[in-house]
């Protein structure tokens, strides 16, 4: 019975002078949502994924979605090129990629002093296009802005801060490393994402050292960078 209903999956594409994002809007509209994160599925590569509803099931559905994506994340990924295997549920973030022939370059000793963030526009726009990709990452689709501070204010009394009630962002940046403002600025959008998604409740009890908010978004910022450096290692040096 099962096999009747299929996994749909899609990649929006700039056709037409219709940009991605209008288009992106357009399929969630049919039950599309992106490919990441909670949905996502490292069978199929593209960036939008449908799962069916099964009829007369609603919420029941879910179970067995979870088990077929337990039996395909349990598929045997052979290297072309070396031979190597693994289990698709170990790739990371790069299931099809082979890390025993293609091992990350990233740089393994960095000094802080040559990626100190400055006021310029070419440092500007490495961070507001690590906010964007943090954005589309947690699928946060509001106008949310992330202010850089050079100087202290009386707000700001941390390296970074979250208010949950005004859904302001700030980052205090002097004499920090461009990598260590991406990492506060993707800690604090992942608790703007956990307040989206009604899950802030308390500011005082959920800011806490060690509390399931916190550690979400230490894990996410983390994983954030990682995936991020990845695409753009420049921003080691």
């Known amino acids: 019975m099962l096999m009747h209903f299929k996994i749909m999956t899609l990649t929006p594409d700039n056709i037409d002078g219709v940009s991605v994002n209008v288009l992106t809007q357009f399929y969630k509209k049919f039950g599309f949502k992106m490919n990441k994160g909670y949905n996502k599925n490292f069978e199929y590569r593209d960036t939008m994924i449908r799962y069916p509803k099964l009829p007369g099931m609603k ?36 299931p099809y990629v082979c890390h025993k022939c293609h091992p990350e370059n990233l740089p393994k000793k960095q000094s802080l002093n040559e990626a100190i963030l400055n006021k310029t526009n070419k440092d500007l726009r490495k961070v507001a296009d690590f906010v964007n990709f943090a954005k589309d990452f947690l699928d946060i689709n509001d106008d949310i802005k992330v202010a850089l501070a050079f100087e202290r204010t009386p707000d700001l009394t941390t390296t970074a801060y979250y208010n949950y009630v005004d859904k302001k962002l700030k980052v205090y940046v002097k004499d920090r490393a461009i990598i260590d403002v991406m990492r506060s600025i993707g800690h604090e959008l992942c608790h703007h994402k956990q307040n989206l998604d009604g899950r802030l409740k308390d ?6 050292d060690g509390s399931p908010i916190e550690n979400e978004a230490n894990a996410v910022a983390g994983k954030l960078i990682r995936i991020y450096g990845r695409l753009h290692p420049e921003i080691y040096i």
């Open 203 to 208: 500011s005082i009890k959920d800011g806490e």
């Open 59 to 94: 919420e029941n559905f879910k179970p067995i979605i979870k088990s077929l994506l337990r039996e395909a994340l349990d598929k045997t990924i052979t290297c072309s090129k070396c031979g190597h295997q693994w289990k698709l549920k170990d790739g990371g973030d790069d």
